[in-house]
C-alpha cells in the first residue's frame, strides 16, 4: 500500500480488502467465501447479542527479511477455538478448515503486511457467533465464523520497556469453574471496570488475584503472567486463566535455555522474589512488570530494580520475535509459510 505510514500503526482497526466468512447451518460448515463488505447482516434476537454465544481468537502474520510471509502457531490458536467452542456449546471448526481460511485472509490482504523494517505486522482476528433469532436460553442452531485482518503497528514504540500494575481485589475477571479459560468476548465485558479502575489510578493494567481465595495469581489484565528466579520460569497454574500461546512458547524457548519451568500455583507474597516478571500475549510478545501494588496489603513488589527489562525476558523477547520474523531458524514448527 503506497500511502500507509508502517512506522505509525498503532493497535487499531484499518479497513483492508477483504475478511472470509463461513456459515453453519443445517448442521453443518459450508463453504468458505472471500467478502469485501466490512458489516454483519444480523439477526436483533441472535444469540451472540443476547446470551454472549461468542468467542474469538488473536493471531499474527509477519513479512520476513526473505519478503517471506509467516504466521505463528496458527495450529494452536484452531485447536484453543475448538476448546471454547466446547465451553460454551457452539460447532467447532476442524484445524484444516481454521488454517485454511487464516491462509486465505492473509494472502487476500497481502498488500497490508507491513515491511519487515517497520516492526509492524498484520494482525489476525477470528471470530465466531451464534446467529439464530432465539430468546428461549439455548444455544443457537445457526454460526458465522469471520476472519479479519488489520495491520498492527509494534507495541513498544519507544523501545521495549516496562510497566506498572495494579492488583484489583473489587472485581473478578473469571470464576474458577467459570469461562476465563475460554476465549470469549463475556470475559472482556467482565475485566472492564477493573480496567478502568487501574487506568484511572495511573497503572497501565490491572492484576487479578483468583477469584476464590485472593491469594494467587491469576493474570495481568489481559494477558498471562510469568515470573523468573534462579533460572526458572515460573507461570500460574490455575482453572480460571486463558492459556496463551504466547506463554506456551516462551515456557519452551526457556527450557531450550536451559532454564527450569514451573507451572503451580503463586501466591501474592511469592512476587517480592522473583528477579523479573512479566505478562505475556501476542499483542506484546512480553511487556515487562516494574512493580506490582496492592493497596489492601499496603505493598509494592518491586520488579524491576532500575525500571528497565530484565535480561532473560528480553532473551526470551528476542528469540521470539526473531522466529516470528524468521530471523532465526523455526526449530518447533511453529511457522506456516506462505510463499
Ligand atoms: C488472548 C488472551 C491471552 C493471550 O493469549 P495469546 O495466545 O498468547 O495471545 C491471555 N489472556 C487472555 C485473557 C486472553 O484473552
Redesign the pocket.
Given at each position: 500500500m503506497e500511502n500507509i505510514d508502517w512506522s505509525n500503526l498503532s493497535f487499531g482497526y484499518m479497513r483492508t480488502d477483504y475478511n472470509v466468512r463461513c456459515y453453519y447451518r443445517d448442521g453443518q460448515w459450508g463453504e468458505l467465501e472471500l467478502c469485501s463488505e466490512e458489516t454483519l447482516n444480523l439477526h436483533m434476537a441472535a444469540t451472540c447479542l443476547h446470551y454472549g454465544q461468542e468467542a474469538f481468537e488473536?493471531l499474527k502474520a509477519f513479512r520476513g527479511k526473505d519478503g517471506k510471509i509467516r504466521i505463528f502457531r496458527p495450529e494452536a490458536n484452531a485447536e484453543r477455538l475448538q476448546s471454547t467452542c466446547n465451553g460454551i456449546l457452539m460447532p467447532e471448526l476442524s484445524t484444516e478448515m481454521f488454517v485454511k481460511a487464516v491462509k486465505t485472509v492473509v494472502k487476500a490482504n497481502e498488500r497490508f503486511i507491513p515491511p519487515y523494517e517497520s516492526g509492524a505486522s498484520l494482525y489476525i482476528r477470528p471470530l465466531l457467533i451464534g446467529t439464530s433469532a432465539q430468546v428461549g436460553v439455548h444455544p443457537s442452531k445457526e454460526y458465522l465464523f469471520v476472519i479479519f485482518v488489520t495491520p498492527v503497528g509494534p507495541y513498544f514504540k519507544g523501545g521495549f520497556s516496562t510497566n506498572p500494575y495494579v492488583i484489583i481485589r473489587e472485581f473478578d475477571r473469571s470464576a474458577p469453574l467459570g469461562t476465563g479459560i475460554y476465549?470469549v468476548g463475556g470475559?472482556y465485558a467482565a475485566s472492564l471496570r477493573a480496567n478502568k479502575m487501574a487506568h484511572d489510578m495511573g497503572y497501565s493494567c490491572e492484576f487479578y488475584l483468583d477469584a476464590k481465595e485472593k491469594k494467587y495469581i491469576d493474570?495481568c489484565g489481559?494477558?498471562?503472567f510469568f515470573g523468573i528466579k534462579d533460572n526458572t520460569y515460573v507461570t500460574p497454574l490455575s482453572t480460571s486463566?486463558?492459556p496463551?500461546?504466547?506463554?506456551r512458547s516462551l515456557m519452551q524457548l526457556a527450557e531450550d535455555m536451559g532454564m527450569k519451568v514451573e507451572r503451580r500455583p503463586i501466591p501474592e507474597e511469592e512476587l517480592s522474589t522473583f528477579e523479573e516478571a512479566g505478562a505475556?500475549?501476542?499483542a506484546a510478545v512480553i511487556s515487562p512488570i516494574e512493580r506490582i501494588d496492592d493497596f489492601e496489603n499496603k505493598k509494592s513488589y518491586i520488579i524491576a530494580k532500575d525500571g528497565k527489562p530484565g535480561p532473560i525476558s528480553t532473551l526470551l523477547y528476542n528469540k521470539l520475535r526473531a522466529i516470528q520474523y524468521g530471523d532465526e531458524p523455526d526449530t518447533h514448527g511453529w511457522v506456516t509459510i506462505i510463499e
Open positions: 488473536g476465549k470475559n493474570e489481559a494477558a498471562n486463566i486463558l496463551s500461546i504466547t506463554n505475556c500475549g501476542t
